[in-house]
């Protein structure tokens, strides 16, 4: 175990951090929760230090703006771990260590030093988790991967996109950050069964596993009914029975809605009401369309053809007369659970989020900038974003010198010779 001046469950332990953008969030939050990060990475920065956009559109290895997201409360080290004193270097710091996660490919893994029985041998103790595309063995194991591809493998891009349309890839890095996010329940998992054994163990996590793991119902309508959940654009499909839209555009932009608005089952009188009211309830309110949504109360499968496109249409009319404020704060009023689709300036303008002090003001050098805050609020050990993404290599002397001991002569040989 290590010292740290750090808050958190996870102070005072250190983590080392091999990882690239597949694995790079994990131990950022490993550094939320309060564990001492260090991010080793090669002399000249990480390859990932050059994806955009870039702080004031130069591309320049300590402006990116990916970096500073995916590396706050992490200090920085250099470490040329393709040379034998770099791997004699690691290996030192392994021994200060209590846990090492690292994206390295497989068949790489021993001539780095970081086969799993290698690590296990020489260090009993630690926690060693590996994020890779497919994980450590089977036949993908040394396929590559980006994020568009561990999305496709794990089957989520066959869910997302319109019907009668190609898949299409998740917006957002979903493969990368499922990844992550799962490893580090497996981390905390194996370093819970640590503190009662005082063993270590190897967290194997796939992407492609991860990404299948969040399908929801997908998998077992396949088994059971035979049936593939399809794209279902702006509603939902779920083993061939199929929604309403769930997105509608309001007056300035757009609110996410119950299925059909609330225009079936159990809200439905509430809902055809709250239309009656602005005069925009059209035929609804006739006795032959209150038996048809009479008769779906209590049933889970929505109304189809004409109906269902009936009722889209006269919410599409309804929800573009308004703004999304009005549409949630009168939806919400009769317990229809409608939002605000919001955009990134919404949510750093939302008045809820600011109410929970969610976000946190990080100064860099160049900027102020604000961040996500904690992702999970502990009453007691509370999670914190202390500093801001480190400068390549800014925390040489302290790994090298303070943890290691080693001199400033040594230290600026390490540099001379490319190995920090």
Known sequence: MTTTTAAGPLAPFRVIDLTNELGQLAGRMLGDLGAEVIKLEPPGGDESRFIGPFRGDVVDPEHSLHWWTFNNNKLSATLDLTTPRGQELFGLLLDQADFLVE??????????????????????????????????????????????VGTA???????????????????????????????????????????????????????????????????????????????????????????????????????????????????ARQTIDWLDHHGMAEDLTSDEWLAKLDATQGILIPPAGEDGDHLNDVLVKFCKRFTRAQLVSEAQQIRNGWGIVHTPKDLLENEHLAARDYWVEIEHEEAHVTYP????????????????????????????????ELTDDAMTQLSDDGVI
């Open 103 to 148: 994206t390295c490919p497989p068949d790489a893994a021993a001539a780095l030093g970081l086969g799993v029985e290698a690590i296990r041998s020489s260090h009993p103790g630690l926690v060693h988790t590996s994020i890779t595309p497919f994980g450590r063995d089977g036949p993908y194991a040394n396929w590559k991967a980006t994020d568009l």
């Open 153 to 267: 493998m794990g089957g989520l891009s066959s869910l997302c996109g319109a019907p009668g349309r190609p898949p299409i890839r998740p917006t957002a890095s979903q493969g990368y950050t499922q990844a992550s996010a799962q490893a580090v329940v497996g981390t905390l998992i194996a370093h819970y069964q640590r503190t009662r054994t005082g063993q270590g163990q190897h967290v194997d996590q796939s992407m492609q596993e991860a990404v299948t793991f969040t399908h929801d119902n997908a998998m077992p309508t396949w088994d059971i009914r035979g049936v593939n959940n399809g794209r279902p654009g702006n509603g939902r499909e779920i083993g061939g029975y199929k929604s309403g839209q769930y997105v509608y555009e309001a007056a300035d932009g757009y609110v996410a809605a119950l299925s059909y608005g609330g225009l079936f089952g159990l809200s």
């Open 373 to 404: 805050g904690p992702w999970a609020k502990l009453s007691k050990t509370p999670l914190s974003v202390r500093h801001r993404a480190p400068h390549i290599g800014e925390h040489n002397d302290y790994v090298y010198g303070d943890l290691l």
